[in-house]
Structure formats: C-alpha cells, structure tokens
C-alpha cells in the first residue's frame, strides 16, 4: 500500500501522458520542441558567458538539464535549463571559488532540491510572498543589466581587480584554475568600475548593441513563432563576419575572441566533494537550490494556467535536482525551470514532456555539427540580447502599484532588492521573509478581538441563530456570569491581547464573578501560547472559585484542546457546544453558587 502511494506520488508526468499518445500529438510536440530549441539556442550561449564560464558549458546545460527534467519532472511543459535567475550567483560562486567550486556547490544543490521533494515540501516553497520574488527578480535582474553594460559599449577595464576580488581569486585556488581576471562581481563595485571606464566607449559596439535591440523588439512584429533574440544573432553576426574579414574593420569582439569553441561531446568528469569543501560550499549550494526551486514551480504553475494542467510539484523538484547533479559531471552549471522557453513549449503547440526531450536533442545536433559557428557572434549582440531579458525580468511596473496597495508590501519589495543587490540572495530572501512574517503576525492579531457582556446577549445579529421567535433572540444573563467573546485565531500573537482585556476588565469590577463563560465560536484555530493563556485563566479562575465554561468550540480547536489540562480542569460537561446550552449551563453552577 505505501509503495502504491509513494510511486503514484512520485510518477514522473512523461508516463501519463504517454497514455493514447498518437501521430498528431508527436508532430505538435516535434514542432514546438524545435521552435523551443531555437529558443534556448542563444539563451544557453548568453547565460553561459554572463555566468562566468564558457557559452558551451551553457549549452551543455540546456541539453542535460533540459532532457532530464523533461523526462523524470512533474509537468507536461516545463523546459529547464541555465537562466537569468541564477547568473548572479553563478558568477559569484566562480568568482570565488572556481568552475570546480561551482560544481560541487550545483550538486549539492542538487540534493537538497531531491530531499525537498521526497519531503513533499513542494507547497510549502509556493507560500514566499509575492513582493520577496519580485524584490530579488528585479536585483538579479538589475544585477544582470550591469554585467553587460562592459561588452555592451564595448568599454576597456583597464583598472586592476579590487582586493576584495584578489582575495577571492587566491582563495579559489583550492577549488579550480579556471578563474580569470573578470570584472568583479560585486554590484557597487562593478558600478564604480563602470563609470570609471566609460571614456574607453567603443562606439562600433554600441552600435552593434544597439541593432541588436532594435531587432528583437521589432520581430514579434513579424513573427511570433520565432524568437527576436534568435533573428538577431542571425542577422547581426554575418553582418560583423563581413565586417572583420572582409572590410577590415577592427575593434569588434566576439565569442571566439574571448572563448575557444569546443564542438566534441564533453568527457565525463569527476566532482571532487570534500567535508571541507562541503562546509565552505553549503551556503551557496542552499541559496542555488532555492532559487531553483522557486523558479521552477513559479514557472510550472504559470504554465498550468494556460494548459488547465496541475503539475506535481514535489516530482518537480526531484527532477531538477536530479538534474542539477547530472550536469556538473558534464561541465554544466545550475539549472532551473525556465518561464520564456516553457510558454514558448506551450504557446507552440507542445503539450507532453516529448517537447521538451526534441528541444534538448535539438540543441545537442546544433552543438555538434553548427557549434563552431558560435564564435562568430559578437559579444555586443549576446549583451543587447540579455539586457533585453533583464528589463523583462525585472518587473519593474509592480514597483508603484505594491508601494499603492500597501506600505508593508513595498518596503519588503524594496528591501528584498536593496539586499539582493549589495548582499546576496540567501540573506535578502531571509530577511524580506522575517519582514513578511512579522506584518503578518501584526495584522492576524490585529484582527482577533475580544469583547465582554455582563447583562444580556443580542442573538439577533448572529445568523446562526436568529429565528421567528424574538424572545429566543435575546439570552439574559443572571448577575455573576461574564461572557467574554473570541473572535479570530489564538495564537502568540494574539493571546496576550485576550488576557489584556480580561485583566482590564476584572480592575473595574468591584464584585468577583460565579461564572465566565468563553465564546469560541470565531475562532479557527489556537496555538501552544493560546492554549497557555487558557490553561493559566482557568487554573485562577479555579482558584477563585469561578467556573469556566467553554461555548461553541471548533472540531480543529478541540482537538489542540484535548492535548492540554483544560478539559480536565474546566471539566468535560463544561464544554458546550453552543451559547445556548452554555448560558443554561451557566445559570445551573450560578444557582448552586448562590444556594450555598
């Protein structure tokens, strides 16, 4: 039975789909796949040189993660492979401890992302508030911006690396030699670099950067089906190949420039992973799986908006860690789901994990036999072609629409990417969600209020029990019962409030009470604090010789209850299901009080 459960759990969506599978359904998953492979062509080289390392290790990466994840994922339509999203931290953990420092730091990523899963914490990632993934979206979007302004204008650094970046350099030796003497990848120290160098402009470039813009915004005007950044590179690139070979014109960068262009299939490589190298690596293979995480399912739940399909999230995030642990041992780097080339799968027909299987195997021929090709790209193009994803990415519009809708909001937003920028990830999604969870906790105890009624109860306004009969609609209380109202959750936040009001209210009273009866009706649930705070009033109040009784307590809230000393203390027969049933219950004990 368990085992049943756990493969229907963990079943990876390739198998059902497979289901009825016909011609017409492998041709639409053929075309579309093609079309994403188009797709994910120049991504692949662009997010491979901003992340630090060479555009073939990008490309390997689409083609390993894109397959795996298609084939082992929860979703029909997801397509993973190198983002924008992970660049920044890619580019830092190479910065700092080399391609070997990435490796280890991806597949430990990798564990964790399959742990997530067979944890079933799939639900749980889906919870981080809205303006946390905005805040760092829009960091890492502008973070990326500024990593291509240099290749962009074509700027000249001729400024030697900062001490910060020459400890890290040195530091990266214990992981790998493959550090090169890039700019550095701290956001202000970047900007300073920037401006400082501007006046080695290289106006040619910009000029490059710039029709590559141009071009990719005026595509989807004459077709949609392919993408603007796939025109650009085939118009822009034999334009520059003209230019430097035949014209003689000089000053024009391109890959094969800065990179050598490997076109074989890559060797299986060993992942050197040591305790030590484990220690120093944790945090950034933490922030890496989270990232993919969020992303994915993100990507994943978008996709099944438009399909009407509901992905298995935990089954997700065990195929992007598996592919996360696979690419390394290939050269690749971090990989997640990847939302451009997901809706590209799907608005093109692809509706099976077989799209996203054709794209990878795609990519995998234009790798072997039109590789070489790729060195003729100039480096401008592939910056225009990401500065234009960074201002997609950046979800710059939702800035003034979260500081209108709530002030909270927005300065979570703000700090989140404030953070981002100048920090890191891990610390600026941890302290945007400490932020979120405390005005959380501020507005739900804002929202419990308590009130107290000493004479008489007004059914009438209560639904439940509003009826015909107006005598019914009122209950008259005897002089010595107190009935004090709940309503929203008892938790931490909002316990001390009830015992507040009580303890004010108890000042004003010159004569003790017989009876106190607690109105629960309104609320959903209660935590240990609220369970506390009952247990301390009716032990006092047990004391003082005063009976409590419990009205209108939920099924969820009785059994938190049952697990504590107040039944036994208040007394079962003391808990009632309605006020009507209490205040009769009521009346009884104050009787029997005052017969004494």
């Given amino acids: 039975m368990f085992q049943q459960k756990f493969l229907n759990d963990f079943q990876p969506a390739i198998f059902q789909t497979l289901k009825g599978y016909n011609k017409e359904r492998f041709l639409s998953d053929l075309f ?34 894109g397959f795996t994840v298609s084939f082992l994922g929860g979703s029909n339509v997801q397509i993973s492979g190198p983002t924008g999203a992970l660049v920044v931290i890619v580019v830092g953990i190479v910065h700092q401890f ?22 079933k914490l799939g639900n749980v990632i889906k919870f981080i508030p809205y303006p946390i993934v905005a805040g760092f979206t829009a960091g890492i979007a502008l973070n990326i911006f500024t990593q291509q302004i240099r290749d962009f204008f074509g700027l000249q650094f001729l400024q030697t690396p900062s ?44 000029a490059i950067g710039v029709a590559s813009i141009v071009v990719i915004y005026l595509t989807p005007k004459i077709t949609k089906r392919i993408p603007g950044s796939f025109i650009a590179i085939i118009v822009i690139t034999p334009i520059v190949y003209f230019m430097r070979y035949y014209w003689g ?40 799986a989270m990232l993919c995480a969020i992303q994915s399912l993100l990507t994943a739940t978008v996709a099944d908006g438009v399909i009407g399909y509901k992905h298995n999230s935990n089954m997700e995030l065990v195929a992007q860690g598996t592919a996360n642990i696979i690419s390394p041992f290939f050269g690749g780097i971090p990989s997640t789901g990847a939302i451009a080339r997901t809706l590209a799968n799907v608005n093109n027909g692809g509706r099976t994990p077989v799209a996203g299987m054709v794209h990878a195997v795609f990519l ?41 809708q709530s002030k909270t909001s ?76 709940i309503e929203g959750p008892l938790f931490f936040g909002a316990a001390n409030k009830f015992d507040d009001v009580m303890r004010g209210w108890l000042k004003g009273l010159n004569i003790k009470p017989n ?55 208040v007394g079962e027969e003391n808990i009632c299901a309605n006020i009507h049933l209490a205040v009769n219950r009521a009346v009884e004990l104050n009787e029997e009080i005052l017969k004494k």
């Avoid at 890290?168 to 670099?193: I, Q």
């Avoid at 050598?260 to 030590?276: A, D, F, M, Y």
Wanted: net charge neutral; charged share 20%.
């Fill in 249 to 288: 014109v000089e000053g024009i960068e391109t890959i094969g420039d800065r990179f050598e262009i490997s076109t074989q299939l890559p060797k299986i490589t060993s992942v050197g992973i040591t305790l030590e190298s484990i220690r120093i690596l944790l945090p950034s293979a933490f922030t890496i």
């Fill in 515 to 569: 009876v106190r009866i607690i109105r629960m009706r309104k609320v959903p649930f209660i935590d240990s604090t609220g369970i506390k705070n009952l247990e301390t009033l009716c032990r006092n109040s047990k004391k003082d010789k005063i009976y409590v009784i419990l009205s209108g307590v939920n099924n969820d809230v009785r059994a938190s209850l049952e697990k504590s000393e107040v039944p036994s203390i």
């Fill in 364 to 404: 995998l021929l234009i790798f072997l036999f039109f590789g070489g090709l790729t060195r003729h790209i100039p480096m401008a193009c592939l910056a225009g072609i990401l500065i234009v994803i960074a201002i997609n990415m950046s979800e710059w519009r939702m800035f003034l629409p979260l500081m209108k």
């Fill in 98 to 119: 080399g391609v070997e420092g990435l490796a280890i730091a991806t597949v430990l990523a990798g564990i964790m992302l399959i742990a997530m899963g067979v944890l």
């Fill in 32 to 65: 579309a796949g093609i079309i994403v492979g188009v797709v994910a062509l120049p991504l692949a080289i662009a997010f491979g040189i901003a992340s630090g390392v060479t555009p073939e290790r990008g490309m390997i990466t689409a083609i390993v993660a």
């Fill in 410 to 485: 927005f300065m979570v937003l703000l700090t989140t990417f404030l953070l981002t920028l100048i920090v890191n990830l891990t610390v600026a999604v941890g302290i945007g969600m400490l932020i979120a969870v405390i005005s959380f906790l501020k507005r739900m105890s804002e929202t419990t209020q308590v009130s107290v009624t000493c004479d008489k109860i007004d059914l009438s306004k209560e639904a439940e029990y509003c009826s015909s009969n107006l005598e019914n609609e009122v209950l008259r209380l005897p002089k010595g019962v107190e009935v004090y109202e």
């Fill in 163 to 206: 001490a910060m970046f020459e400890r890290w350099a040195a530091y990266s030796e214990n992981f790998g030699s493959e550090v090169e003497r890039t700019p550095p990848s701290a956001f202000l120290e970047r900007l300073a670099l920037i401006f400082e160098s501007f006046h080695t402009i290289s106006w040619l470039a910009t």
